[in-house]
Nanobody, 125 residues
Framework: QVQLVESGGGLVQAGDSLRLSCAAS????????TGWFRQAPGKQRELVAA????????YYTDSVKGRFTISRENAKNTVYLQMNNLKAEDTAVYYC??????????????????WGQGTQVTVSS
């Protein structure tokens, strides 16, 4: 069992930065794949970034490449999503997810077993 709790969302202006945190409990984050997803009103949930268990391999959707960074701090059992140069279209509820059966990157949403409750990110233009 893994419990995930996101934090760090908020209301910011376009061009600002935010760092989302996903605190995990139950199993260490260095032993499974993790991902950050987002869901905007009226849209499907989409993968934003994903990381292999080692943290050495990462994936980003095209719209956030060069602006977002997924990372982890094993000592705190926490996964982060650093978001820079935020845009209005980044507005969404952001969720972290974990797939404890996988070491490599997982890009399909349905493969993730555990999800956090989500944190709202609102970017005003």
């Amino acid at each position: 069992q893994v419990q995930l709790v996101e934090s760090g969302g908020g209301l910011v202006q376009a061009g600002d930065s935010l760092r989302l945190s996903c605190a995990a409990s139950g199993r260490t984050v260095s032993r499974y794949a993790t991902g950050w997803f987002r869901q905007a009103p009226g849209k499907q949930r989409e993968l934003v970034a994903a990381s292999a268990a080692s943290g050495g391999s990462t994936y980003y959707t095209d719209s956030v490449k060069g602006r977002f960074t997924i990372s982890r701090e094993n000592a705190k059992n926490t996964v982060y999503l650093q978001m820079n140069n935020l845009k209005a279209e980044d507005t969404a509820v952001y969720y972290c997810a974990a797939d404890t059966t996988r070491w490599g990157i997982r890009t399909d949403m349905h493969g993730y077993e555990y999800w956090g409750q989500g944190t709202q990110v609102t970017v005003s233009s």
